[in-house]
């Protein structure tokens, strides 16, 4: 099999195949070797088990394959597994899953695949996502809780800095916030549409997602606390009390400006300048009455 890194080898083997890039699924190939080691290295599976999310034709599996202990490649798309197949054919260590990411069970599939052990320790997760699911996908692995060490993954630039944003900032939202609940985010590289193909019309970046061992903050009801963070960003222009009270919430304003005072938060201030501690602060006084 020849190299896949180039423009004209990923539409050579899409067109021998009879395939084409999938806009619904968000099919943008990689071209790049480079940014294909990148992701690879920042990923750390050395030795390690890998899921990875969309392998499409196989750009990243192939070079997390030659690292890694165990590389299970889970990809949504029937058609382009049998080029997958092709393409990966000279590695014992790669299996193929069809199945959708924001369905799947990891700690199951990990099990199944590797065994029950590697499932127990803990394995990685790298990825070029599909961009059109990157925050359902991100939110399934976190919310189920899988045993997941570290996930490396390629998204838009715009949803890379919001999920990396500090309070203050435009960028800092309930996305935010909620994964840094979960997760240390970290800039791996930014990386320009020229090494895509077909090149999508924004900026990306790659992030590294480092799980918290312990949550960073004491939350006894998780749920309420993520209900309240989005209720707060729901209205960004308005202030904190008029957010919360106006919210699928329905809270009281004179219980509002009771857990506010509370938390020595002001009311009238707005949920971007909120930090994760305030946020879990005023939920536990807000779950208090
Ligand atoms: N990894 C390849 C690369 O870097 O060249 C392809 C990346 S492409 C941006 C996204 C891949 O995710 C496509 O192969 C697409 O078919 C697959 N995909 C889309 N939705 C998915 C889902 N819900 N679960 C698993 N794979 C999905």
């Given at each position: 099999m020849e190299s896949i890194y180039s423009p004209r080898a990923v539409?050579?083997?899409?067109?021998?195949?009879?395939?084409?890039?999938?806009?619904?699924l968000g099919q943008n190939f990689l071209t790049d070797r480079n940014i294909v080691q990148k992701i690879a290295e920042a990923a750390e599976v050395d030795y390690d088990t890998v899921v990875e999310i969309g392998p499409g034709i196989g750009a990243l599996t192939l070079a997390l394959a030659a690292r890694a202990e165990q590389v299970i490649a889970l990809e949504l798309d029937k058609k382009i597994v049998p080029v997958l197949r092709e393409v990966t054919s000279g590695f014992a260590n790669i299996?193929?899953?069809?199945?959708?990411?924001?369905?799947?069970?990891?700690?199951?599939?990990?099990?199944?695949?590797?065994?029950?052990?590697k499932a127990r320790e803990g394995y990685r997760v790298a990825a070029n996502l599909p961009y059109y699911v990157t925050t359902p996908i991100i939110m399934h692995l976190f919310e189920k809780d899988f045993n997941i060490k570290s996930m490396?993954?390629?998204?838009?630039?715009?949803v890379a800095d919001r999920i990396m944003a500090e309070p203050g900032g435009k960028d800092y939202g309930s996305l935010s916030v909620v994964v840094q609940f979960f997760a240390k985010p970290s800039l791996v590289t930014k990386v320009p549409p020229t090494v895509f193909?077909?090149?999508?019309?924004?900026?990306?970046?790659?992030?590294?997602?480092?799980?918290?061992?312990?949550?960073p903050v004491n939350i006894s009801n998780k749920e309420f606390f993520f209900k309240v963070v989005r209720a707060a960003f729901g209205k960004r222009r308005k202030t904190l009390l008029n957010a919360l009270s106006n919210s699928a919430l329905k809270?009281?304003?004179t219980l509002i400006q009771k857990a506010c005072e509370k938390s020595g938060i002001?009311?009238?201030?707005?949920?971007?300048?909120?930090?994760?501690?305030?946020?879990?602060?005023?939920?536990?006084?807000?779950?208090?009455w």
């Open positions: 539409r050579d083997l899409l067109k021998k195949n009879g395939l084409h890039a999938k806009k619904s299996t193929i899953v069809e199945g959708d990411a924001v369905k799947e069970n990891f700690d199951t599939l990990v099990e199944g695949v590797a065994g029950p052990q490396v993954f390629m998204m838009q630039k715009e193909l077909p090149q999508p019309e924004v900026e990306s970046a790659v992030i590294r997602l480092d799980k918290h061992k312990s949550p809270l009281d304003k002001d009311p009238k201030t707005r949920a971007e300048t909120l930090s994760i501690e305030q946020f879990a602060d005023l939920s536990e006084n807000l779950s208090a």
